[in-house]
């Protein structure tokens, strides 16, 4: 099978979401449940005075701070985020208390009549007070700027965008013997079960978290769940009984992290022939009021400074700022989308301003195998790019419409982007922190269990994995068994996140199948696990950022067509073309699916989707003032996948999931910087941005 | 409270409830049927689409009160039908599904837009699923099931 395993199968799980069978967690039901709802901060800093409570009906009570019996931390990376405030709060919408009840409406009388007496105090919302500074150089650094014949700089800016996964966040949870039992819409159960273990200051067995069929995440779901979860889980813990907590969708728009507004400076020196002597790039991001993922973000997009290039010197730094705004978090790309729309932006606009041609001058720079990655690890594996260009310039005509659009000046553009991604987590991530494990159990009547913690959020874990593991043991895939992950029943094989799913958690899995294939007793209960081991070749320093960031890259070329509107500078996206390096596609559908999925993601973060604060208080409430994506909004698209397995993953797979979002932005702003003859330096373009740009340059 | 007659998925149903309740509600809460999801609760994302007189509608924007006298199809019901086998096919083998929830949403408003244009044009298959929001697929596979399910079905729309 293993030459076919591209070969697409029917999602196993998708005759259940037609027919509105599978169970997301608002979906279930518990007996005598009682509602949890939010009371949140109406301020965006200062002193919590006082709480009036209105007469409490039978029934209902309030959760807050006092209630907690361990920790009062989300367990994320740095202690910084309480579960609930004892005295300040420090943004909008930062949730105070809960409060409980068996009849909603009753919960939302009461929580609408709740008095917080507050003493507000000046808030922050300027990116000055920087939490997290990271820097590192490659080659000379920035020596070659002395000596540079010519300096040409660029600031891009990018703002908030907003997962926007169809399904609300929420739990629902229950006392159970002792033990409390979540079930959520959630990427990560041990985040959440980690988290917990902190908050209640329990032993590990007195937590249990089951993920629910999730209505897609896209990051969102990765570590604002922990929040929920603490706070329904001491809210349990005190009232011992089912609660739900559901958000509505204008609370999970207002208060859930969303991706980093940016602003990355760069600077490029330039030789005499025109060549890039060095670069220097800073990245700047809002982290909101809490550090969360910020970090880890941040260097993401810092290891993403060359894109797809290869440039020999560099001086990278940046900054993870701290605002009194809604905490930002996890999104689809991690960072790198940010990174590769100002990078891709700034090359072309260096070879507009030298007059070069902005494609050849791109392609003198595409980074090759055995090159130097920006950390000074080394690009070990085999990049396809010159080949993916030429096959995404001929599916796209670009060589002719580049050519011909912006002399016929008819408001028409087309763009190619260029970009790369990092698959797995950043560094060390996986060898020092996550350690997955994965078990593959095969009972008496010969059914293989697949014990992982790797959620399926929509992105087809759940076929995958089943797929994987019949094809390698050479057993029919109606005997492979993938359950919704619970924690009392899988180990940590870390978060489904980074795009490792399949290409970490897969690559163990496979080895665990192979096991157990050679191992095989019929009718016996037999056991395989496995855990990551780092390939001793790859080398990171955490402290100078240099080695190498990832265990392998995935790549890709995206073109997108635009026609603008001269009148209402609307943005019409004509086609997009994209061809693919994920190394071995595990089922050329989900992919594709991935694909489509991505871009649609990536071309909107380019130039529809709007997100802004005022004054700390988030502009865009729903999804009617938030607007992603109608089917009449999204270009045809086509896709082409190139084969290039990657010796570590399953059957040579890498990553996907994030690759196909990164492109989008850097592909439509160039398109429409065509089609307007403006320089584009922020996102999203929208038509007031294009007017704007048209009118006063 | 007030007394309200309707069909509902084929059976004449007689409720007192108070007619301000939604029917998403309704259908969620006192019936379990959750095959109809809330993404928005404003009439936005679609994914509360139940048929309405063969129309597709927000039930997050029907109160109970206007239920009276009507004909209320939730895909529990329309997916027993030859129609819905045909659209599940092509869901399936397009990879028009994936975190799902948005689907059965889907599945109503492409019945009630081929119920009306038995042969849509891409054009008309956007506009119909316009109000029906979903961030996974990017809607092509979506729009190429519904055309499969249009050739297939032919004659039983």
Redesign the interface.
């Known amino acids: 099978m293993s030459e076919t395993i591209s070969q697409?199968l029917?999602?196993l799980?998708?005759?259940?979401?037609?027919?509105?069978?599978?169970?997301?967690v608002?979906?279930l039901?518990m007996k005598d449940c009682l509602f949890a709802l939010t009371v949140r901060s109406p301020i965006a800093k200062g002193k919590i005075l006082q709480v009036s409570l209105p007469a409490m009906p039978e029934g209902y009570q309030v959760v807050d701070h006092r209630d907690i019996p361990g920790e009062n931390i989300v367990k994320i990376i740095y202690d910084d985020q309480v579960i609930f405030p004892v005295d300040e709060v420090k943004y909008i919408g930062q949730p105070i208390l809960l409060v409980v009840g068996p009849d909603k409406r009753i919960v939302e009388r009461l929580a609408k009549a709740i008095k917080i007496e507050f003493r507000e105090e000046q808030p922050v919302f300027a990116w000055e007070n920087s939490v997290i500074r990271y820097q590192f150089t490659k080659g000379e650094g920035d020596a070659p700027f002395a000596s540079a014949a010519n300096t040409i700089s660029y600031t891009y800016t990018t703002g908030y965008q907003e997962?926007?996964?169809?399904?609300?966040q929420g739990f629902i949870g229950h006392y159970d013997r002792g033990k409390i039992v979540l079930v959520g819409s959630i990427q990560c159960p041990y985040y959440v079960k980690n988290a917990l273990i902190r908050a209640l200051a329990c032993d590990p067995d007195k937590v249990r978290v089951i993920q629910a069929?999730?209505?897609?995440?896209?990051g969102g779901k990765e570590e604002y769940p922990s929040l929920i979860a603490c706070e329904l889980a001491v809210a349990i813990n005190k009232i011992k009984k089912p609660i739900k907590l559901i958000f509505?969708?204008e609370e999970d728009m207002l208060v859930t992290t969303k991706r980093h507004p940016a602003q990355i400076k760069l600077a490029a020196a330039i030789g005499a022939d025109g060549a890039i002597r060095a670069l220097r790039a800073h990245v700047g991001i809002d982290a909101g009021a809490d550090i969360g993922l910020s970090g880890v973000v941040l260097s993401r997009a810092m290891i993403a400074a060359t894109g797809a290039y290869t440039i020999d010197n560099l001086a990278v730094s940046g900054d993870v700022y701290l605002t009194n705004t809604v905490p930002t978090g996890a999104f689809r790309g991690f960072g790198a989308p940010q990174m590769l729309f100002a990078i891709e932006m700034f090359i072309e606009h260096i070879a507009k301003d030298l007059g070069r041609d902005p494609l050849a001058y791109r392609l003198d720079y595409l980074a090759k195998q055995h090159d130097k990655t920006s950390t000074s690890g080394v690009f070990r594996d085999p990049i396809l790019m010159p080949e993916m260009v030429e096959k995404a310039m001929a599916m796209s005509g670009y060589a002719a419409k580049s050519e011909r659009y912006p002399r016929e000046a008819g408001y028409r553009g087309i763009g190619m982007s260029f970009f790369l991604h990092g698959c797995g987590f950043t560094g060390s991530g996986e060898a020092k922190t996550i350690k997955a494990k994965v078990k593959l159990e095969k009972d008496s009547e010969d059914l293989v269990h697949i014990l992982i913690a790797a959620v399926d959020?929509?992105?087809?874990v759940h076929t995958a994995m089943r797929k994987l593991v019949a094809s390698i043991m050479e057993i029919p895939i109606e005997t492979v068994i993938y359950d919704y992950p619970d924690t009392d029943q899988v180990p940590d094989s870390g978060p489904t996140v980074a795009s490792r799913t399949m290409m970490i958690v897969g690559g163990l899995v496979a080895r665990a199948a192979r096991a157990l294939k050679e191992s095989f007793i019929p009718g016996q209960h037999q056991v395989a696990e496995e855990q990551y081991v780092q390939p001793d070749y790859i080398k990171w320093d955490e402290d100078t950022m240099q080695g190498d960031a990832y265990p392998a890259y995935s790549w890709g070329v995206t073109v997108v067509e635009v026609a603008v509107d001269p009148h209402t500078y609307q943005v019409n996206l004509e086609h997009a073309w994209s061809v693919y390096d994920c190394g071995k596609a595990i089922d050329e559908?989900?992919v594709?699916?991935q694909a489509?999925?991505?871009?649609?993601?990536g071309i909107a973060y380019g130039c529809l989707e709007v997100m802004e604060h005022d004054q700390g208080k988030i502009r865009q409430k729903?999804?009617?003032d938030y607007i992603?994506?109608?089917?009449?909004d999204?270009p045809?698209?086509t896709t082409m996948l190139i084969d290039n397995p990657y010796p570590l993953g399953p059957y040579g797979a890498k990553g996907v999931g994030e690759l196909t979002l990164v492109g989008g932005a850097p592909a439509v702003a160039k398109a429409i910087e065509m089609a307007i003859n403006k320089r584009i330096t922020k996102i999203p373009a929208t038509p007031e941005a294009i007017m704007e740009l048209i009118k006063h340059g | 409270m007030a007394k309200i007659e309707f069909t509902l998925n084929g059976e004449v149903r007689q409720v007192d409830i108070d007619p301000t309740i939604r029917l998403l509600d309704y259908l969620r809460e006192d019936l379990d049927l959750t095959g109809t999801k809330e993404g928005c609760g404003e009439g936005e994302c679609g994914a509360c689409s139940v048929l309405f007189d063969a129309e597709v509608a927000n039930s997050c924007l029907v109160p109970m009160g206007n239920v009276a006298g009507h004909d209320i199809v939730t895909i529990e019901y329309f997916s027993r039908t030859e129609r819905y086998r045909i659209l599940e096919k092509a869901f399936l083998e397009q990879g028009a599904v994936q975190c799902g929830f948005c689907t059965p949403g889907m599945i109503i408003a492409a019945e009630s837009l081929l119920r009306k244009k038995p042969k849509p044009s891409d054009a008309e298959i956007k506009i119909g699923l316009s109000g029906n929001l979903c961030r996974c697929t990017g809607y092509n596979m979506i729009i190429a099931a519904i055309r499969q399910a249009a050739k297939e079905g032919e004659g039983l729309w």
């Open positions: 697409s029917m999602r799980d998708a005759p259940d979401k037609i027919a509105g069978r599978a169970k997301y608002a979906d039901k997962q926007a996964y169809m399904e609300p069929a999730v209505g897609g995440a896209f509505e969708r959020m929509g992105q087809g559908l989900m594709l699916g489509d999925g991505g871009l649609a993601q729903n999804l009617t992603i994506p109608t089917a009449s999204v045809a698209m």
